[in-house]
Structures are given as structure tokens and as C-alpha cells.
């Protein structure tokens, strides 16, 4: 029986930790889904923030080897 409880106890914290991760994912693609909503002023802003992010970006009609869907795309 105690091996039971000790069982549940460990589910229920590992249940709680994987909440509280995919808390902390939602808040980190609302940061990244405002920053990329920004207004962009010039094409040094667009290089500075695809820096920031990490990401690849491709002109219109390009596709990264590998890769089907271009929206996708990441370093």
C-alpha cells in the first residue's frame, strides 16, 4: 500500500512539473508571437529580431532543404 501512495505522490508532482512547463512555453511564444507582431521600421529591425529569434527566413517562394512547410523553418 505505501507503495502505491509513494507511486501517486510521484505522478502527481510529475503531472504538476509538466504543467508548470507548458505554462512557462505558453509565455515564451506570447513573448515571441508580440515581438514578431511588432511594427518593423527597416530592414536592420528585420535582421536584428530574426538574430534575436533564431530563425531562418527565406524569401517568398523558397524552400529549406529538408523542410516542406517554410514557416517552419528554424536554425
Do not use: C, F, I, W
Not at 36 to 50: D, I, K, T, W
Not at 57 to 63: N, R, T
Amino acid at each position: 500500500m505505501v507503495h502505491l501512495r509513494t507511486q501517486h505522490y510521484k505522478a502527481v508532482n510529475q503531472m504538476a512539473l509538466g504543467a508548470e512547463k507548458q505554462q512557462q512555453l505558453r509565455r515564451q511564444l506570447e513573448e515571441q508571437q508580440t515581438r514578431l507582431s511588432e511594427a518593423l521600421e527597416s530592414p536592420e529591425e528585420v535582421s536584428e529580431r530574426v538574430e534575436e529569434l533564431q530563425v531562418s527566413v527565406l524569401p517568398p517562394g523558397k524552400e529549406e532543404k529538408g523542410v516542406t512547410d517554410p514557416k517552419l523553418t528554424t536554425n
